[in-house]
Each structure stands twice: as C-alpha cells, then as structure tokens.
RNA sequence: GGGGAGAUUCCCGAGAGGCUAAAGGGGGCAGACUGUAAAUCUGUUGUCUACGACUUCGCAGGUUCGAAUCCUGCUCUCCCCA
C-alpha cells in the first residue's frame, strides 16, 4: 500500500535528530513513488552484543516504520567489520571477535530483531561475502579514498588522540568497510544512532566515489540507560533487554528517572506525538509520574512478551513494593544441615547466594537489610527451618530447602 | 632509531619508605523517607566465623626490621624528535 509522501514523511522524521540531505530524501521518496520501486534501506549491525536492549530497537523501530511503508529494509550483520572492532564509546579498543562467536551471536541476533521487524519482509546479508574477497590491493585502493585527517574528525577518535589513547589503524577501516557496504548495496539511506554519523556519511562519500548515487543518512538519538546519562549499553549494565523476563523489565521501567519518561515513550513506543504531548500535560499537571512508568512499563512488556504478562508484572511490583509482600516466585536453594541447623548468617548469606562474600553478608546483618520469613534479623546466628524465605535488601530472596 | 612520561582497588584519580586496605569523586549496595527499584539524606564498598589474620597498587626479582612508594630486568601505553 502506498501512502502519500507527505504522509511518509511525517512517518520518517518522527523521533529523528538529523536526516542528511533532507531535500534528497524528498526526491528519493518522489521518486520512489513515481516508479513504484520502494528504497533500499540499510541497518549495519555488530555482531559483538548477542543481546538486544531497547537502545537498539530505537533504530529497528523506525525501520519497522520504513518496512510498513513499503520500502525495502536490508539488515547487514557485520561479521567481516565484528572480527576487527569497533571503535567503542568508551573510547578504548574493542577486542577482536573469533568467527565462532560472530557465527553464533549472529544467530541470537536474528531471533531477537525479529521480534520487530517482519522477518519475510527483511533481507538479511553478511558483509563478510564481499569483504573476505577483498584483496590487499583492493583494500589499498580503498583506502586511499579518504584521509588520515578526514578519519580524525571522528569524534571518538578525535577524543581519544587528544587524550593520548590508543588506536589502533585497523580501527581507521571500520568506518571504510561499512562504508563500503552501502556501495555493495546502492543503499539508498542508512539508519544509525548520532554516534554514527560518520560511518553513514563515509558511505554516503565512498558511493560517490564509485559513482553511485550517495545514501541518505538517518540519525537517531542514543537513548539514555536506566541511569538517564550514559548511554544505555550491556558492559554498563543500564539496560533493559528485549528478552529480560516480564518482571525484570517492569522493574527496569520503574527505575528510571521521571525525566526520562516520555523520552522513553517517544523513543521505544510507537504511542503517536499527540498522545505523549497529552501526557506531558498531564504531569505538568501534577499527575503522578509514576503512573505513566507503569503505563510505559506495560506497553514494553506488551511489545516483547504479551498482555498478561503486563498485568501479572504489575501486579506483582505492586505487592513486593508497595506492600511489602514477597514475591510469588522466589529461587529455592539446598542447604545441608550443619550441625544442628545452626547458621552464622553472613555464611547462609553467601550459601544461598545473596551475596559475594561472608564480609559483605557482614555488611548487610549491620545495615539491617536482612529478612528472614519478612522479620528484620539482626542478631549473627540462626536456626533454620525448611522453607524459610531469607531477604537480602529489596529484591534479592532465597527460600532454603533442607537436604 | 633517539629522548621523555606513565601503568594504583569496579571506573576516574591522589599517595612518593612505616600513621595505607590505600584520600577524593563516580558507580554499586544497604537504610530512612515516599509516589516507585524516581528525587533527597545517611551509611557502606578486598577476603577470612574476624576488634585480629591474610591477599591487593602492570609482571618478575632485589634492597630494608618494614615497600604502592627505593633499585634491577621485563611487558604494555602515550608524547616529542628522526
């Protein structure tokens, strides 16, 4: 089905921060229209995370978008440019993948995207069926298509010369080979986040340069992890994964900053502009923030897993959190009985798994974070009985099963 | 090839022979509070049945009663010159 290119073009700009050149969009999409023959549109994707978070599905949202439309949305898994490393945000060198790992990440990746976007309708291809073919005199000719100077205006590269960090020069062909892969493909826009602004318009560039009509660049904005400053990313620890368990994400959702939330509803929802600009009202208002979490909450958790599921995680929040119930599941563990059952409890602590080490197990008795059977314990030694339920903090619960 | 600087605990970063399990910040965790695992405040943050012992400041040795701190060699990184 078709739809009108102003139509589209509302579509596409929702939630971007810069699309480059806009006025070659417009032609591309007339033109696309006139001849009937949907864009090529490309994601880039590294395989070195087999876990997808709500971070990534920010881009695969809009390509959902472009899918919908009609247009044709090719995924390249980087498994050629995953066994070189990208240069990361951290602004260290990332270390090399094996082929093994790629291969199998690949896989999960695939699994997880798929939960977005309609895998009949997607292309799915390996950017190591050009590149591994590639020779060294290829690879010298395709380096001289840019300069030392020009890699640097990288930012991150940038940051890290300035700061007397390494690069390393096989990170100066990253953006050069997935540059090359929209040439492969004649892409007609990219989608990345604006941190790869660079690598989208080197691509734009090197299809210039091998006399192709140069790419669209669209950008998205890098949403914020559950902190709300870094960006969201697995090594920080600050995500929600899209295959986090029901509870796990409802709790994640609730975490976050009350700033960040209608960000999160215009970055990972596909609630319209009206509706969020309604919310933003209503808790300028003075309605509680917390409501609008949930509602967020159940809308993430209804996108990956299913309605009841949504309603089961916020049911469940709602008893341990605000009545202090224990949760409806809590993870059994063995326990020999030593000597007549009589436990010191930074050691059951550790046994059980609640925490590290006897020292922080200490740490927690001091602090009073320790319930058992929802008492506050305070004293070093316990008698355990079968099914007692230990707390550690809020969230942390271990039932003993004596052996 | 020559010269210089550096590597500290989860991260950043002080420390320059004993007062150092190592300042400060970030992050994490716990408690209080509440609107929630938000915000804020307080505490805590190597291990060990523990007012003591053990392990930790790039790696390996050495000097010393005593080393993150001094010496030697090695590994890695950065800068400047060529």
Known sequence: MEMSLEKQLEIIKRGTVEIVPMDELVKKLEKSLNDKKPLKVKLGLDPSAPDIHLGHTVVLQKLKQFQDLGHEVILIIGDFTGRIGDPTGKSATRKQLTEDEINKNAESYKKQIFRILDPDKTQVVYNSHWLAKFKFEDVIRLAAKTTVARILERDDFKKRYDDNQPIGIHEFFYPLMQG????????????????????????????????????????????????????????????????????????????????????????????????????EKEMVAGKNPRDYKVKLAKIIITQYHNIEEADNAEIEFINIFSKNQLPDEIPEVELELGGEGNYWIPKLLQNLGLVSSTSDGKRMLEQGGVKVNGEKITEANLNIEDKMVVQVGKRKFAKIIIK
Not at 216 to 242: C, Q, R, T
Not at 244 to 260: A, R, T
């Open 180 to 279: 090359y892969d929209s040439v492969e493909l004649k892409a007609d826009i990219e989608l990345g986040g604006t941190d790869q602004k660079f690598n989208l318009l080197m691509g734009r560039n090197l299809q210039k340069e091998y006399g192709q009509e140069g790419q669209i660049a669209l950008m998205m904005p890098i949403l914020e992890g559950l902190d709300g400053v870094l960006k969201m990313s697995k090594s920080l620890n600050n995500y929600i994964g899209v295959e986090d368990s029901p509870k796990e994400m409802f709790g994640k959702v609730m975490s976050i900053k009350d700033e960040l939330i209608l960000r999160y509803f215009t970055l990972v929802t596909p609630l319209s502009n009206e509706e969020i600009k309604m919310m």
